[in-house]
């Protein structure tokens, strides 16, 4: 490519961040670092009802927090700001002056209740439902006289009348549109603040965007655009509309599907790097079969030909599979690290013991993480190192407490751990084994009540890590008040 590659996310600040947003930025950005290029973050926020600072600032914290990282645009600055489009307004006002004064736009006095009923009648009489141009020609005299009702006009662009509009799609292919459907829309509103169609078209040329890579449902806005374009008398970038995302019944993604936004994916203990894993394949095929993609291998072989044509299709199960893969495999500290504000917030430590006890925490994140697929998850699974076991899993009680030895192999076991010297691996397993072995049982005759007895859970870790990281103490004292558990419960119905 000759041209310096310049692309731009451009989200409308009207809700958080959602995973269908979250990969028109990403493909964005691995475009543009594959070409090194330059990747832009503009906020369309003219639509003053919807937007808000807010959602704004969300967008801006979920990106940073998935590591899409921009050259240009909020917090960082750049030769092409300001990068809100509330902060642009002059220059769309001056570009309209140059349409107007050239003829290409005009004002348009109806009233939202006179297009409704006009649309209304043509829609009766069978012929398409678009501004049937009424305005175009207005005298000065008609002007005025709408200006003295107190009527506020919109700006309309002239659209041609005839011909065809032809959107080069560097994913679609040529996609051509029949200019006699297509309106003289609105660039203006009545309030004076441009629409999307406009701004967008203004602030792409302005920031001297190369390529526009978005979602498909932009697609039917493509041939206004050109248009508008062609009026400013600018060049025309290229477009490459990415395709939809559904659920997997193929219907639109919406709540009932379960977390769509970034943030939520987040709350749940989905890390950054699984999601951009995961984004990077929704829509796009790498070479190989391999499934698990770091961001710089994305880049390297990101290219906009193999972008499918075809919808996505959503799949948390497979998002998660991939985050677990994540868990298992990335720096234990790092791992840790993450985990941690989970545990806080379901009480399991504080901030303070977090910290103090940092290394304990990643001992236990280290021995157990392979069997959680999600932050949350992990969290969960080792409060019983922080916190008493109140509960014991019915299951298990069924099949391992209303054994008639296991109490007394508890007892056993929790005298022989009492006495013993030093505390390791090693020499809890022996201990056990000991036991079993004298009574002739298997292990798994302690090993599983024990299991139930200091954790509440029939599954986990192996035993004597467990034990070894509770300590001798807090095992002992557990493996007893399950004994006196057993004999309350299992026993006293008996
Ligand atoms: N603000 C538009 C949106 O969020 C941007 C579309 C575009 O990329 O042109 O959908
Ligand atoms: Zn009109």
Known sequence: MSEKVRVRFAPSPTGSLHIGGARTALFNLLFARHNNGTFVLRIEDTDTERSTEESAAQIVRSLKWLGIDWDEGPEKGGDFGPYFQSQRLELYKKEVDRLLVEGKAYYCYCTPEELAQRREAALKAGKP??????????TPEQREKFEAEGRKPTIRLKMPEEGYTEVDDLIRGKVVFENSVLDDFIIVKSNGIPTYNFACVVDDNAMKITHIIRAEEHLSNTPKQIQAYRALGYDIPKFA????????????????????????FKDQGYLAKAIINYLTLLGWSPEGTEEIFEIDKAIKEFTLERVNKTAAIYDVKKLTWINGHY????????????????????????????????????????????????????AESIAFFFKDVTEYEEKGVRKHFAKENAAKLLTLGADALEKLG??????????????????????????????????GRT???????????????KTVERMRKAVKWINDNVHAEE
């Open 241 to 264: 509309h990415v395709p939809m995302i559904l659920a997997p019944d193929r219907s639109k993604l919406s709540k009932r599907h379960g977390a769509t936004s970034v943030e939520e």
């Open 459 to 473: 599954i986990g870790p192996g035993l004597f890590h467990i034990i070894v990281l509770l300590g001798r103490e």
């Open 327 to 378: 868990m298992r495999e990335l720096d234990v500290n790092f791992v840790t690290e993450e985990t941690i504000p989970f545990m806080i917030k379901k009480g399991i430590v504080t901030e303070e013991e977090a910290k103090e006890k940092f290394d304990y925490i990643r001992e236990i994140v280290d021995i157990s993480r392979d069997r959680s697929k999600t932050l949350d998850e992990l």
């Open 129 to 138: 439902p678009k501004y049937d141009g009424c305005c175009r020609n207005l």
């Open 422 to 455: 030093d505390f390791t691996l090693e020499t809890t397993e022996a201990t056990f084994r000991n036991i079993t072995e004298e009574l002739g049982l298997k292990a798994a005759e302690i090993i599983h009540p024990t299991r139930l007895a200091i954790t």
